[in-house]
């Protein structure tokens, strides 16, 4: 039987979501109904939120509620339905005081606040710059590239690049080494000159056959064939230019984008 699981939030729910999900991910054989309710930001909303999770309560398995609800007023109405309901913020924020001797401020939307920095500017400039630089569209920003993502066509350049853009407020181009490139495969001289930024991306050619099939069923481009000779090219090519590589057959986004980071050196703009 399927546990429904809310995610309640102030704001748009994303950090609920993000802790939620991050703790029911160790629970494998579990299956989940998720239901996220955010802006509640008032009492009415949050009686209504309440109701919910009653309603799933009277189903038979009691609900699981993950909140970053601020307002006391609007936590006591979530605090008081049946559901099990775990407070990310109040459960560190108090530990938190008590080691810096400090009182929390608690204001709503802190944590997706930005400052005169202009880190918001940045993130999203870094994402127009990931979407104009994105499979090799064009090369002649690259100067302005912190990463440059190298690798076969689809073994997940372009997520990832838009991914540590969103996240991280890094600008990175991507670039593709095609079918056409294998006969004969170099390091064009665009790459060359900018070799100090470039970082590989690798995959399983069963797995990159399973993702080209989804694309272009029945041809020479997802045949499994061509996949094994591409990226054994690619990665002969890699180790040869001593270019740092990962592979991402079995990694989620997160996981790629961060291997990345810790590998690169790259710092993360601080929001």
């Known amino acids: 039987m399927k546990r429904t699981v809310f995610f309640i939030s102030d704001r748009t729910g994303i950090t ?14 579990a299956e989940f109904e998720k239901i996220s309710l955010p802006f509640i930001d008032n009492e009415k909303k949050a009686l209504q939120a309440k109701e919910k999770i009653d309603e799933a309560y009277a189903k038979g398995t009691q609900p699981i509620v ?9 936590r006591k109405v979530i605090m008081e339905s049946k559901g099990l309901v775990l407070d990310f913020f109040h459960t560190f924020i108090g530990p938190l005081e008590n080691a810096l001797g400090l009182k929390s401020g608690f204001r709503v939307g802190k944590t997706h606040s930005y400052d005169e920095k202009g880190e918001y500017d940045s993130r999203i400039d870094a994402i127009n710059f990931a979407l104009n630089n994105d499979d090799g569209a064009t090369t002649r920003y690259y100067d302005r590239a912190e990463l440059i993502l190298v690798g076969v066509s689809r073994c997940g350049k372009t997520p990832t690049s838009l991914y540590m853009a969103m996240q991280f407020g890094i600008h990175v181009a991507n670039y593709p080494f095609t079918d056409e490139d294998m006969e004969d495969l170099k390091l064009p001289p665009m790459l060359k000159k900018y070799k100090h930024k470039l970082f590989g991306l690798t995959i399983n050619a069963q797995r990159l056959h399973e993702i080209r099939t989804e694309r272009r069923a029945n041809s020479q481009y997802a045949s499994l064939k061509q996949c094994q000779l591409e990226i054994r090219e690619v ?9 740092p590589y990962i592979t991402t057959t079995s990694k989620s986004i997160e996981e790629i984008a961060t291997k990345i980071m810790v590998k690169s050196g790259l710092k ?4």
């Open 16 to 29: 609920a979501e993000m802790l939620g999900q991050s703790l029911l991910s160790q629970f494998e054989e």
């Open 66 to 74: 993950f909140d970053t609800i601020v307002t006391p007023e609007i």
């Open 235 to 243: 990665e002969s090519l890699m180790r040869k230019e001593r270019i």
């Open 268 to 271: 993360r703009i601080s929001f």
